[in-house]
């Protein structure tokens, strides 16, 4: 099994970040203000963040950050994140997945 699903598997809201990237701070803030509590791996600062990274590159997202898992189903990156945001069908798919209360 591959490093991202291992950790995607882990948990109903997962975040791949770099701590540089302010995109990926934009996108952390949004789904926080929800109420939501994620589970960020921020590529540069955990010790496989390479590969992981690698792994995100070979899914199709260049840049590799961020891209985002709400029920361990991969949502994708800011653009599908605002978009989902934009159609009010973010918080919709936080509910289903545990990841926020109502």
């Excluded at 490093?3 to 882990?10: F, Q, S």
């Excluded at 963040?49 to 898992?69: A, F, H, I, R």
Aim: glycine letters at 6%; a negative charge.
């Amino acid at each position: 099994m591959s490093i991202v699903k291992t950790l995607v598997a882990e948990n109903p809201l997962v975040i791949f970040s770099k701590t540089s990237c302010s995109i990926s701070h934009s996108i952390k803030t949004l789904i926080r203000n929800f109420g939501a509590n994620p589970t960020v791996y921020e590529l540069d600062e955990i010790s496989d963040g390479e590969q992981v990274e690698g792994e995100l590159l070979e899914l199709g997202y260049s840049p590799s950050v961020p891209v985002v898992y709400i029920g361990k189903k991969l949502v994708g990156g800011a653009n599908e994140v605002m978009s989902l945001n934009v159609r009010s069908k973010l918080k919709a798919l936080l509910i289903e997945a545990n990841a926020i209360w109502v």
